[in-house]
């Protein structure tokens, strides 16, 4: 009998481990497909918005966890000078095997705000040219791949206007093409 219950446990063990090791692998390979993924985004992502004369400009990324999966979404800025007046700024989710673009804009007139993990996202719209219409913000959730937007678009000054409160941060590029490509290995 105590042979027998020996014999259970190790075999109980041995499938635990060999569980253990094969998600293990399968979340390495997981994020090899992201990687290669965003590295491909990467290279799009420069070869289309490079500028002839492209004295100034600078190509930053970063990696950020927006919805609540264990995939960060990759960040995509392109800006020229110092204070990242009218940058490009483009967001990707891996959903489905792919990156995904979720989000496009320009800054100043349109920024992202996240709350890491959250999956929620402020978008503030027409944010520093009020002359082009209200300055609104709504708040957009990552589903299926996409952003969707779940409080429509309501004025800054609103009182029922989503409000920052300081545990959002703000989505932007932060590190060199060498250091993301390093970072996505």
Not at 21 to 27: D, P, T
Not at 101 to 127: C, D, I, R, W
Request: proline share 3%.
């Amino acid at each position: 009998m105590k042979r027998r219950m020996k014999h259970m446990v190790l075999c109980s063990c041995l499938f635990l481990l060999s569980f253990t090791f094969s998600f293990g692998a399968f979340g390495s390979n997981n994020k090899n497909r992201y990687s290669k993924a965003y590295r491909d985004v990467i290279s799009r992502f420069e070869r289309e918005n490079v500028s002839a004369g492209s004295q100034g400009q600078h190509f930053v990324y970063n990696l950020i966890y927006i919805d609540n999966n264990s995939i960060p979404e990759l960040v995509c800025e392109n800006y020229w000078g110092e204070l990242r007046l009218n940058s490009l700024l483009e967001v990707y989710t891996f959903h489905e095997g792919k990156a995904k673009s979720v989000f496009s804009g320009h800054t100043p007139q349109s920024f992202l705000l996240y709350y890491p993990k959250k999956n929620s996202v402020m978008h503030y719209e027409n944010a520093a040219i009020s002359g082009f219409g209200v300055a609104g913000v709504s708040v957009k959730k990552i589903k299926n791949g996409t952003f969707e937007t779940y409080v429509k678009k309501v004025p800054i000054t609103d009182p029922k206007a989503p409000k920052r409160n300081g545990k959002y941060k703000t989505v932007q590029g932060k590190y060199s093409k060498n250091n993301i490509l390093k970072r996505l290995k």
